[in-house]
């Protein structure tokens, strides 16, 4: 695990932002609050990003969309789009244009940058044929007052796990301060990352609902085998810069937050086998996989997390989606 323990290492994310105390962003001394965005220009930033994926999309080509998507959403894009250029060059012969309708705002007042905001949307790419009402939930987040808005995170939800967000008497939401340091959360959303990676590696701290993304994951893990294959894991928390996770305070107390996370799954095989090598991991894939293949991936989540004193099921986080996406490979 040496080895991995130095790729993990040397895939750090550089911080360029300064969080205060508070929780504000501070950039040029610009800490008045004011709202993220105005609802138009929210609509136009949705607007070009649909235009952009759709591009990028239907050619393959990461550069069509690489100004519209940041964070774990970019990530996962952008290495996406990469192995699906190297598999098929000529494009996306099955591409179905991703239509986003039906869209609501929701914009926090706060001060300094980044600002952001959350699209709360319908899309054409319900999996069950339109029986559950999903809705896709964009964060777009913009740096500065020349930079454009970019997606940092997409959740897909059910409707009924949307919860309602307080909002003050102009409509304006409320963002969760990165540092709850009036412990009125069951969890403080800027530990998330660390909360999650810590759970999957060791089962504590026990704060999280069970269920696919939580103790079914676990369980998964350690149930995972192979004849002549041993399988190693490890999780890093990834919670700075662009990767920082965002939340709302919703009317019941609790807050809606997303948050990342990466992930790396070491197959080593026994002697005179070799790891299966796809043509997505190929197309990513750094070194020669003679008996060991090490997969990395971003991952974001997007959780409900109670107030503090919740008890049983209702104190825990509810993750209620998880969106992960192979952006490296290394073989040895």
């Given at each position: ?267 080593t095989a026994a ?17 020669e996989v003679k ?42």
């Amino acid at each position: 695990m040496r080895r991995l323990g130095r790729l993990a290492a040397g895939l750090a994310t550089a911080t360029v932002l300064v969080v205060t105390a508070s929780g504000c962003v501070t950039v040029h001394g610009e800490l008045e609050v004011v709202p993220g965005a105005t609802e138009p220009e929210a609509a136009k930033a949705l607007e070009d990003f649909t235009v952009a994926y759709n591009e990028a999309d239907k050619a393959y080509d990461p550069a069509l969309d690489a100004d519209r998507v940041t964070g774990s959403l970019g990530a996962i894009n952008q290495a996406g789009l990469t192995a699906r250029q190297k598999n098929s060059p000529e494009g996306n012969a099955q591409h179905k244009p991703l239509e986003l309708t039906d869209a609501s705002y929701v914009i926090p007042r706060k001060a300094g940058w980044p600002r952001w905001f959350v699209a709360d949307t319908d899309s054409n790419r319900d999996q069950d044929g339109g029986k559950q009402d999903t809705r896709w939930l964009l964060a777009f987040v913009r740096t500065g007052p020349d930079a454009p808005w970019k997606v940092s995170y997409l959740a897909v939800a059910s409707a009924t796990e949307v919860p309602k967000f307080r909002r003050d008497a102009d409509g304006w939401a409320q963002p969760v301060p990165s540092a709850d340091t009036d412990a009125t959360l069951a969890t403080a959303p800027a530990e998330l990352s660390t909360t999650y990676t810590d759970y999957l590696r060791d089962g504590a701290p026990d704060v999280f609902a069970p269920g696919s993304m939580t103790s079914g994951w676990r369980e998964a893990r350690k149930t995972t085998r192979r004849a002549g294959f041993s399988y190693q894991y490890v999780d890093q928390a990834l919670d700075s810069g662009t990767f920082a996770p965002l939340g709302l305070t919703t009317e019941d107390g609790g807050a809606l937050v997303f948050f990342s996370s990466k992930h790396f799954e070491r197959q080593t095989a026994a002697q005179g086998l070799r790891p299966t090598v796809t043509k997505d991991v190929q197309a990513l894939l750094s070194g020669e996989v003679k008996s060991t293949l090490t997969k990395e991936r971003v991952s974001s989540q997007l959780v409900y997390v109670p107030k503090k004193g919740a008890g049983g099921a209702d104190g825990k986080v509810r993750v209620l989606n998880r969106l992960p996406g192979l952006v490296a490979a290394q073989g040895s």
